[in-house]
């Protein structure tokens, strides 16, 4: 039987990895310092070809609700099971359904969608992006720089990063470490493109710092208020010229939906492990584009499969901003994938035109941060 667009997938087995690679820098944010990368990545196997997904979830549950260990549990104990029963995946977009009855845990759905969507593009020999509907050749990416110790410190990497190619500057803000430290910045660097991510550390309380760093002339400011809210962002928006933009806030199309019929943002940072998969950051994606909405795509300190995933689908029209999409060295000494992804001169990264993710695993360094691996069999 030839293979065609209609013929479902027919799964051989999954195999998860758990890995562990160390930051080049310790990074850190309104909530938590990370030294290295614990994570699990998803293959999925099917007749020779395999599709990767990498789980995003945090070895702690502090970004949200998941955390590596947990994730990795659904995934096994749950979701595996859920797709050995099914006998009809035709499209990527199945899994999005499939695992519709599931409550949350985005980010363990997220590295199965990725993975199939992956092995789908694959095998009908087309780069993912192309599957999901790019159209840009290169995605132009920023970089963000953790909380640092001093305003001094802080100088020394922004000017180091502009000195790298990097076009937009992000930084973490935590209550103290916010205002002295971006209009000393702003003052150093008067014409950059600057925007800070505060990571749900304020409340309504902190409303007039907040109106002084609208004053800052930043691109955005992400998601300033707690992480499941959309009204008081509404209220702050209300009271602010600088963009808000929410991450943590917007989990599902759903949500998104809300957040812009509120007016609690004018921006969404679309994370694909945060909402789910890839599936539904498209649905976020042409929703935010029938209402005039720019996107991004934000980052997890991502390993190389990831990456790849986001260097796809920031190549969609609607991703109008830089992403935290930087090249592996701006987190690791090394990666898992190669050829490694390169800043262009333009701050831009080249979006692979090979089948699938576009990019080969680099067998050596995948073996050497493996901690365990397990295979399940689909026969
Ligand atoms: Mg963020």
Known sequence: MSITSSTPLKIDRIVLRRLSMPLRHSFTTSFATFTQKVFTVVEVWSEGLVGYGECAATEFPLYNE????????????????????????????????????????????ASIDEAIWDLWSKREGISLAKALGGTRRQVETG?????????????KIVKNSLELGYKRIKIKISPGKDLAYIARIRSEFPDILLQVDANS????????????????????????????????????????????????????????RKALELQSCRIINIKVAR????????????????????????????????????????????FIYPGDIPPSDRNFEEDIIEPLPQLGSDSTIVVPEGPGIGFEINKKNYNKFTLDSEAISFS
């Open 201 to 256: 550390a304020y409340s309504l309380d902190n409303l007039n710092l907040l109106k002084q760093l609208d004053q800052c002339d930043l691109l955005l400011i992400e998601q300033p208020l707690a992480h499941d809210d959309i009204v008081d962002h509404r209220f702050l928006q209300s009271q602010l010229k600088t963009p808000i933009c929410l991450d943590e806030s917007i989990d599902s199309v759903e949500d998104a």
């Open 66 to 109: 998941e955390y590596a260990k947990g994730a990795y549990d659904v995934i096994r104990n749950i979701l595996i099971p859920i797709l050995k029963k099914e006998k009809n995946i035709i499209h990527p977009s199945d899994i999005n359904r499939i695992f519709s009855p599931i409550r949350r845990n985005y980010m363990a759905r």
């Open 275 to 318: 909402v789910g998969g890839l599936t539904e950051a498209l649905k976020i994606h042409n929703l935010c584009a029938t209402h005039g909405v720019g996107i991004w795509c934000g980052g997890m300190l991502d390993a190389g499969i990831a990456k790849a995933h986001n260097i796809a689908i920031a190549s969609l029209p609607n």
């Open 143 to 155: 970089i963000s720089i953790g909380i640092q110790k001093s305003p001094d410190e802080l100088v």
